[in-house]
T-cell receptor
Framework: DGGITQSPKYLFRKEGQNVTLSCEQNLNHDAMYWYRQDPGQGLRLIYYSQIVNDFQKGDIAEGYSVSREKKESFPLTVTSAQKNPTAFYLC????????????FGNGTRLTVT | AQTVTQSQPEMSVQEAETVTLSCTYDTSESDYYLFWYKQPPSRQMILVIRQEAYKQQNATENRFSVNFQKAAKSFSLKISDSQLGDAAMYFCAYRSSGGTSYGKLTFGQGTILTVHP
């Protein structure tokens, strides 16, 4: 079955450590996105990529980094510079055209203590 | 920048009744796309319905329909014959069709819908 795989489902890290969240897709979608979800704030866009080897900052990119070395993968690194990293992170993909709906992964819950 | 506002943090409805969730947005663009997504307790995001701004006809998907008022920048979701499985967080989202915001999807804060048996 085609889909988006985010791993792991739960992730725990100590403050000051970088951590990488995985997002893999086999939908053959061109565009991939990372969103952060906090209670009462909906989803906020961190980074997005519409083509391999290219990506753009979203609304809250500070403290995060990404890479898009292949079409299927779009890992997100939460660096120690991110002040409040504890959140639910969602990866999404679409065909890269405007009426194309987003397809979402199941998310990763990151807890930093 | 575009903003999306859902003014109802929580709503409730009796099973089999109808409920309407509100969404307004702010944009200077004339062409764009609007979506409603559902997030049940599993936290899996599911597309409910979408609307192209250039289409005057309101989109409908089975029990779900929208009231799209372009001049008022309003995009409400009506759920008819509510079912227990409709209980979820609902998000309204806006997508720009061009410019520097091309491809970005902006979400509202969400509305928690409770369905009472």
């Amino acid at each position: 079955d085609g889909g988006i795989t985010q791993s792991p489902k739960y992730l725990f890290r100590k403050e000051g450590q970088n951590v990488t969240l995985s997002c893999e897709q086999n939908l053959n979608h061109d565009a991939m996105y990372w969103y952060r979800q906090d209670p009462g704030q909906g989803l906020r866009l961190i980074y997005y990529s519409q083509i391999v080897n290219d990506f753009q900052k979203g609304d809250i990119a500070e403290g995060y980094s990404v890479s898009r070395e292949k079409k299927e993968s779009f890992p997100l690194t939460v660096t120690s510079a991110q002040k409040n990293p504890t959140a639910f992170y969602l990866c999404a993909t679409d065909l890269g055209i405007n009426n194309s709906p987003l397809h979402f992964g199941n998310g990763t819950r990151l807890t930093v203590t | 920048a575009q903003t999306v506002t859902q003014s109802q943090p929580e709503m409730s409805v009796q099973e089999a009744e109808t409920v309407t969730l509100s969404c307004t947005y702010d944009t200077s663009e004339s062409d764009y796309y609007l979506f409603w997504y559902k997030q049940p307790p599993s936290r899996q995001m599911i597309l409910v319905i979408r609307q192209e701004a250039y289409k005057q006809q309101n989109a409908t998907e089975n029990r779900f329909s929208v009231n799209f008022q372009k001049a008022a920048k309003s995009f409400s979701l009506k759920i008819s014959d509510s079912q227990l499985g409709d209980a979820a967080m609902y998000f309204c989202a806006y997508r720009s069709s061009g410019g520097t915001s091309y491809g970005k999807l902006t979400f509202g804060q969400g509305t928690i819908l409770t369905v009472h048996p």
